[in-house]
């Protein structure tokens, strides 16, 4: 369970991204975060696992605070939050084995590193994620050969191999195109259902949160304005629509 | 109001303010409100002012400045004269006579190119009104007369831009006053350089022997020898009655021979009266020489002493176009010793005029120049080697974006420091006992630096994790105030030491510039112990308000220390290092590769840290959340991206380096530059040639190398 208190995120030049921001997530959700762009989305994913340091507030995970955790305390944390990112971030020079296996690196002795060295069962493991996303025949070929949706899926067999028990995705398919998005979605569903594993997700297009989302909590200007299940949301009012995304918005489709 | 008050301001003369910028250059503009270009203006004008009469004084070669002042001042007066006189001209001209525009732009031409003309012919003349006395007749040069001409025509731009503004005119263009300026510093510029085209044209004729040798000196990189050719047959002298002498030679193919008959005959013989008694005429043939060459003819007296044969007939025989010759001569007169007894067997020599022969072989020069750019060539690698060896890990302290968010709680880094000092220390004592039990330094260099560099680096370390974790968990167990104050307390003592240096750096840095040395050091303490209290203190109240556990950006401190050394060692050129490297191991390619290395390491260091910092952030971030570690994040997100650029820049810098070898070497840092550097203060511009010739070669040659390298890596 993962509970954040009166999280609250100042940047150093100033800018307010999170102010008092409270909920808590039950183990198997699959909550999504909505939000206009510069609502704090990334911010709130971010601090959880403390890629961006809180300015105030507490973040517990199963009784471990994160925010009082010091850097060793912080990185066995870290190895048990899978995180995956709008842009992949996979090391492009690298092969997609090399990148499915830094997943692991929380596990493996540091001095090993030096030598590229990891466990024969990591390697394994690495096989068996990437067949899970459905690309093993990939595993040789460099990262940027692959296609947008693909370097994703590597991305998520990444957070996989960190046998998560709770995954960060940072708007996965905002830059990819509808079909690839539910692909990409759909992995991540099964894996939340087979593992019962959390996933906390950010997303841009309402008709995936929809689909997909099991609670949904909505941002705008660093402050919570909407909490609901996937039924909210289809429920939505135009007044709550527009609270949540402003006054100009236009709703599309939906 | 207002709308009364507006014409007034444009009515104002504009006459005014031409006639203050006439006093003062650019004050006209400053009172009419545009200060900066008033100030710019008068800048421009004391400046080229000041130059130009420098460069007057100069040219005189009696740096009087007043008085140059004074024959400058005395020109520029007449020059302006003349332009006022055109100006006016102008004025009547537009005025009364030339009303269409195209006819007022081409008066105005007309009359720059008037001056222009004007001043060059009337030089001579306004130069000889300057003065009469003997040192003002040295001024005489054309430099002064055409500064002062250009000096005139920008005063007089001022004053009218002065005018037109004050008169709320658009404000005119800078274009001539930036000409006249820039024509006023190529004309001072082109006499400050001492350029003197005549003296080029002229003297060229005595360059063109070495520059020939300098250009093509390929006949020095080999060796030639030096080859005669010799043919021989034997005479027999005297001649008693029925001796036939030695058989005569046979002509022999592809080979030089003479033959000689007869080959028996009777010496000359000088009497003791003087009188001259010619020997026995022979008839000497020769074939298979050089045709057209010449030969020489040698006699060889039994005992094997060869001379020139005199009186007896011709010695240098010219060669016909066959290779063949004939011609006759008198036994000469020979010298045989008492004992000998009886005929006697000589020898007719004749030598072809000896001829120099190419061979394969290398010249002594060639070879020297071989192992110069070899040595040349070695030098930029092992410079380039060690420097990045250094650089690498000096660049990743010197990347921003990795060290930025490395941050660490105050009583660490107090308690680090502190046992960090405390094991290099130990280090020091540890390694000068080892060092006695080994026989000292000198005995077992390599093995007591080894030594030294472990225990440095392992003491130092193992000191800093000691004293950083020892003092953290010392905050946390004993009651909160009393380690903050003991927290303060150690950091106050960090904060004295470094003040106690920087005091006696002040000192002796600084006051001993001013004061006699041993005046300033009777108080040098004075000054330490202030710097230490003050500092101490400071240190103590910060360390005391951020209380144990406030956190330093000590990434950002190291990066800036890094960065800052980095950058003063760059900006040091390689051949001051050059120098220091000489005085440290005296002159010779390891000077060289010091000096190299030193500055590659902060060439390259900045250029590595710098294409760190623009790596893409997201799998850095990907690593971190992933639980790795530093080491684990820089090794999988850093590396892989920056290996490319590293391989790249690397590359790039062993290609100046071998470049900046050639250089240092003319310093003496070894390598080929030291030896061309002889060759020239020898005058062998032929070796010196070759020299240059390789080092071109070798530049060329890596210059597209490393172009292909890179294009592969990036
Ligand atoms: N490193 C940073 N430094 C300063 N301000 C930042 C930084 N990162 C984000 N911000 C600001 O914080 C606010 C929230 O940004 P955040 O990236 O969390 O929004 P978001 O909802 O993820 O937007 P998007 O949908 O565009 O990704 C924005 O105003 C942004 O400008
Ligand atoms: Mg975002």
Known sequence: MLQIENLTKIYDDGTQALTDVSFTVEEGEFLVVIGLSGSGKSTLLRCINRLVEPTEGRITWNGRDITAADQSELREIRREIGMIFQHFNLVKRSTVMTNVLSGRLGYTPPAWSLINRFRKEDRVRAMQALERVGIPDKAGNRADELSGGQQQRVGIARALMQEPKMILADEPVASLDPVLAHSILGNLERINQEDNMTVICSLHFLDLVQRYASRVIGLRDGVIVFEGDSQDIRQLSDERFKEIYGEEAERLGG | ?714
């Open chain 2, 1 to 714: 109001m207002d709308a009364n008050q507006e014409p007034t301001v444009n009515r104002r003369p504009s006459l005014l303010y031409g006639a203050l910028s006439l006093v003062l250059p650019g004050l006209g503009q400053a009172i009419a409100g545009q200060f900066r270009r008033g100030s710019g203006i008068f800048l421009t004008f004391i400046v080229l002012a000041g130059l130009s009469i420098w460069t007057v004084a100069q040219r005189a070669r009696f740096p009087d400045l007043t008085l140059s002042a004074q024959i400058f001042w005395i020109v520029f007066l007449e020059c302006a004269a003349l332009l006022l006189f055109l100006i006016c001209i102008r004025y009547l001209l537009n005025r009364f006579l030339i009303k269409d525009v195209s006819g007022q732009v081409f008066t105005q031409w007309g009359l720059i190119i008037f001056y222009a003309v004007a001043i060059f012919l009337i030089a001579d003349s306004l130069l000889s009104n300057a003065g009469t006395s003997e040192e003002l007749q040295q001024v005489y040069e054309s430099t002064t007369v055409f500064s002062a001409a250009i000096f005139a025509v920008f005063w007089f731009w001022q004053i009218g831009d002065a005018a037109r503004i004050g008169a709320r005119q658009e404000i005119p263009s800078m274009g001539p006053a930036i000409a006249s300026a820039c024509l006023l510093i190529f004309v001072l510029g082109w006499n400050i350089t001492q350029i003197d085209l005549p003296k080029a044209i002229e003297e060229y004729r005595d360059t063109q022997v070495i520059l020939r040798q300098l250009i093509w000196p390929w006949e020095a990189a080999f060796e030639f020898e030096v080859v005669s050719v010799e043919a021989t047959a034997r005479v027999q002298a005297p001649c008693p009655e029925g001796e036939i002498g030695p058989p005569e030679n046979e002509p022999i193919a592809g080979e030089s021979w003479i033959i000689v008959t007869p080959t028996c005959g009777e010496l000359s013989v000088l009497s003791l009266s003087g009188e001259f008694t010619p020997g026995t005429e022979l008839t000497i043939t020769g074939g298979n020489f050089t045709p057209g060459s010449e030969v020489e003819i040698f006699w060889k007296n039994p005992i094997g002493n060869p001379f020139r044969p005199r009186g007896v007939g011709e010695t240098i025989i010219p060669i016909d176009e066959n290779g063949e010759f004939v011609t006759n001569l008198n036994i000469p007169q020979a010298l045989i010793p008492d004992t000998a007894v009886g005929a006697q067997i000589h020898t007719v020599v004749i030598r072809e005029e000896s001829t120099v022969v190419f061979t394969w072989r290398l010249s002594r020069e060639m070879k020297l120049a071989l192992v110069g750019m070899l040595e040349t060539i070695m030098l930029g690698l092992m410079a380039t080697f060690f420097g990045i060896i250094f650089a690498v890990p000096l660049s990743f302290l010197a990347a921003r974006n990795l060290m930025s968010n490395i941050v660490s709680t105050i009583s660490a880094i107090t308690g680090g420091l502190l046992l960090a000092v405390a094991g290099l220390i130990l280090a020091g004592l540890i390694t000068g006992q080892i060092s006695s039990l080994l026989g000292g330094l000198s005995e077992n260099p390599i093995l007591i630096a080894l030594i030294g560099l472990v225990l440095v680096l392992g003491l130092g370390y193992l000191g800093w994790r000691l004293g950083s974790w020892g003092l953290a968990t010392l905050g946390e167990r004993a009651p909160a105030i009393l380690s903050r104050i003991l927290t303060a307390f150690l950091f106050a003592l960090i904060g004295a030491a470094f003040g106690y240096a920087l005091g006696l750096f002040f000192s002796r840095g600084i006051r001993a510039i001013i004061l006699p040395d041993e005046v300033a050091a009777l108080t040098e303490d004075r000054y330490a112990i202030f710097g230490a209290g003050v500092l101490g203190v400071i240190s103590f109240i910060y360390a005391y308000r951020i209380n144990f556990d406030g956190e330093i950006r000590i990434g950002m401190i190291i990066y800036a220390i890094v960065r800052t050394i980095m950058n003063i060692v760059r900006a040091i050129e390689p051949l001051i290092w050059a120098l220091v490297g000489i005085i440290w191991v005296g002159p010779g390619p390891f000077a060289g590769t010091i000096a190299l290395t030193l500055h590659t390491i902060a060439a390259l260091g900045k250029l590595y840290s710098e294409s760190i910092e623009s790596i893409d952030p997201g799998p850095l971030e990907a690593i971190q959340a992933t639980g790795g570690n530093r080491l684990q994040t820089i090794i999988y997100a850093v590396i892989p991206q920056v290996l490319p650029p590293f391989i790249s820049f690397t590359i790039y810098r062993w290609d100046i380096n071998v470049r900046l070898s050639t250089v240092i070497g003319l310093v003496g840092g070894g390598g080929i530059g030291f030896i061309l550097i002889q060759w020239i203060r020898q005058f062998e511009y032929e070796a010196a040639g070759l020299a240059v010739w390789l080092i071109a070669i070798t530049v060329s040659v890596l210059d597209y190398v490393s172009s292909e390298i890179r294009e592969r890596f990036v």
